[in-house]
């Protein structure tokens, strides 16, 4: 069966520079969540979509932005990189009305070096 | 204020059922009760839900009582793969997401 999927799975920057996550979610799923998960530590919600329209805003720092597309990928821009933004960043995506149960990729870590 | 207040460690041994149980007070009329499990360096994986009384499926059982203000994830004969954080989540869904993970309880299972 189908799963999510991010790209890429391992991402490498300096501070300052910007980034791009990428997130496809599983086939006929609307909703697309991202979560940072620093080591040892719990996700943390970033940002939800429905229908391309943000629908629930968590701790995302200004510096990062999302979207996500009429094809329902997702991307997650990260721009002045930090080093305290090196995490592993998870995508998680679900239907409409199902939002607890949502299946999440295989994630993308992102070290800023 | 957490939504959820769950143990920070289990530990346990291959064979032995398992209990985790997770306190939210002011669940809402209608919120489901969500566990997920996450191996290191893995996302988080779907295990069970439910809204009252007892579900089970093929990996585990949640009980929740009548008053809905707490809920227990059973693990039967777990082994070592067991070994994970488990997150329990109350939420609508329905439209009203709310995926937001408190503090798991890592769960280590000995031999």
């Known amino acids: 069966a189908a799963g999510v999927i991010q790209s890429p799975r391992h991402l490498i920057k300096e501070k300052r520079e910007t980034a791009t996550l990428k997130c496809y979610p599983i086939?006929?799923?609307?909703?697309v969540y991202w979560y940072q998960q620093g080591p040892g530590q719990d996700p943390q919600f970033l940002i939800s979509f429905y229908e391309k329209m943000q629908s629930d805003k968590g701790s995302i720092p200004d510096r990062f932005s999302a979207q996500q597309f009429s094809d329902y990928h997702s991307e997650l821009n990260m721009s002045s990189l930090e080093l305290g933004d090196s995490a592993l960043y998870f995508c998680a995506s679900s239907l409409w009305g199902r939002e607890t149960e949502a299946f999440f990729g295989q994630g993308t870590r992102l070290t800023v070096v | 204020l957490a939504k959820t207040t769950q143990p920070i460690s289990m530990d346990s041994y291959e064979g032995q059922e398992v209990n985790i149980t997770c306190s939210h007070n002011?669940?809402?009329?209608?919120?489901?009760i969500t566990w997920y499990q996450q191996f290191p360096s893995q996302g988080p994986r779907f295990i069970i839900q439910g809204y009252k009384t007892k579900v089970t499926n093929e990996v585990a059982s949640l009980f929740i009582p009548a008053d809905r203000k707490s809920s227990t994830l059973s693990l039967p004969r777990v082994s070592l793969s067991d070994t994970a954080v488990y997150y329990c989540l109350v939420g609508e869904g329905r439209g009203n997401n709310d995926m937001r993970f408190g503090a798991g309880t890592r769960l280590t299972v000995k031999p």
């Open positions: 086939p006929r799923h609307d909703t």
């Open positions: 002011n669940i809402a009329t209608n919120d489901y």
